[in-house]
């Protein structure tokens, strides 16, 4: 069974910061896609990333894909309270009959 | 604003009724998926329609069935209602039913079953 995991789920920090969410996956797929959810809000796509060493940058989020370890990273560079939202990373592959798998999503809370 | 629209926003009804979400895809979309969104399930894949056809089930109940219309806007209907059945409704449409595209939301349906 196609599972994709997040971490954390939930991380609180300090305006300024940096700080990196994991996306683990456990078959072979070369697409990645990373969404934003505000409070009681629809999903916003933010990247996708369709090959191994796929970088995208927006902004102060960056995501990066590493298909032989089966790892996406979202990266956040100087947090501000504006990036305050639940990020979902989601995976296609034959395995899903190119269904997106979607992780648990991390709620981020961004403290001013 | 994503292209994907839906109504209505916010639906509350009672256990044991039945309700129709409605579904429009952004304009040149051929595909339409429907999930759910609850506190502790998380997001659940519901099924999806790709040109009218249907493409893929996910964790859909018996009691919930769609369908895809020749204008490619697509209907959810939920029946028998359950309390566990209060959740956000959203669609989403992509421009293939194949991989590598992504999926646009619409703004979702907030059901609530008393």
């Known amino acids: 069974e196609l599972k994709v995991e997040q971490n954390p789920l939930f991380l609180s920090m300090q305006e300024g910061k940096n700080y990196t969410i994991y996306c683990n996956y456990s078959t072979t797929s070369d697409r990645l896609y990373w969404y934003r959810q505000d409070p009681g809000k629809s999903l916003e796509s933010l990247f996708v990333?369709?090959?191994n060493g796929a970088v995208k940058q927006e902004g102060r989020l960056m995501a990066s894909l590493d298909t032989k370890a089966r790892l996406s990273t979202l990266h956040i560079t100087a947090a501000v309270h504006d990036l305050s939202a639940t990020y979902f990373c989601a995976v296609d592959s034959t395995d899903s009959n190119y269904q997106l798998i979607w992780g648990a999503g991390t709620k981020l809370i961004i403290k001013p | 604003d994503s292209g994907v629209t839906q109504t209505p926003k916010h639906l509350i009804t009672a256990t044991g009724q039945r309700v129709t979400l409605r579904c429009s895809p952004r304009s040149g979309d051929l595909s339409v998926y429907w999930y759910q969104q609850s506190l502790d399930q998380g997001l659940q894949f519901l099924i999806q329609y790709y040109n009218g056809e249907e493409r893929a089930k996910g964790n859909i109940l018996e009691r919930f069935s769609a369908q895809q219309f020749p204008d490619l806007h697509s209907e959810l209907n939920l029946s028998s209602l359950e309390l566990g059945d209060s959740a956000l409704y959203f669609c989403?449409?992509?421009?293939?039913?194949?991989?590598?595209?992504?999926?646009?939301f619409g703004p979702g349906t907030r059901l609530t079953v008393t």
């Open positions: 989403a449409s992509s421009v293939s039913g194949t991989w590598g595209y992504e999926q646009y």
């Open positions: 990333l369709l090959s």
